[in-house]
């Protein structure tokens, strides 16, 4: 989809490792969301992910800090970090040696970053995860598709047994 790179350049730092790593992230996990719990709906994806900024920014209101200085950073962790909470207790291994359960990887990727990207810059990761947990509790992840769905293309269902 067109709207994947152009989300993850909105407020970018410019373009280098940073945004490459950013790009390469958002892209992952937004396509596994996509393909899992958003299938055949890419508008109710792309509410979620408006919904996403929307209470990044509002967290950083709240918290009366600066607005974050790179939406990219703290959106890329908002699908992180929903895509984290899909199967939480899944078995994963971060960089190859890194064995965790799929729910820390988020906070593992932000523990990482920070000495990349500083301190401020931290904060508007933190701000990503917080939207996703947020996002959430309040309303929930939709149910994912079968692979059966998923293959098929199909949403409405299994058909209806026969009798």
Do not use: M
């Not at 890329?76 to 899944?90: A, G, I, M, N, Q």
């Not at 810059?121 to 701000?127: A, D, H, Q, R, S």
Request: charged letters at 10%; aromatic letters at 12%; glycine letters at 10%.
């Amino acid at each position: 989809h067109l709207w994947r790179p152009i989300t993850a350049v909105f407020c970018a730092d410019g373009l280098g490792i940073d945004f490459a790593l950013q790009l390469w992230f958002f892209g992952s996990f937004s396509s596994l969301l996509e393909r899992r719990h958003f299938h055949n709906t890419p508008f109710k994806y792309a509410a979620a992910l408006l919904g996403g900024t929307l209470l990044i920014g509002l967290q950083a209101l709240v918290l009366e800090g600066e607005a974050p200085l790179s939406l990219s950073h703290s959106l890329t962790l908002f699908v992180v970090t929903l895509w984290s909470r899909t199967e939480p207790l899944k078995p994963v291994t971060l960089l190859h040696s890194i064995p965790t359960r799929v729910t820390y990887a988020p906070w593992y990727i932000a523990a990482a970053a920070l000495p990349l990207t500083g301190v401020r810059l931290g904060y508007c990761n933190l701000f990503g995860i917080g939207a996703a947990l947020l996002f959430e509790a309040l309303l929930g992840l939709p149910l994912p598709a079968s692979a059966k769905e998923l293959r098929s293309g199909n949403q409405t269902g299994p058909p209806p047994r026969g009798g």
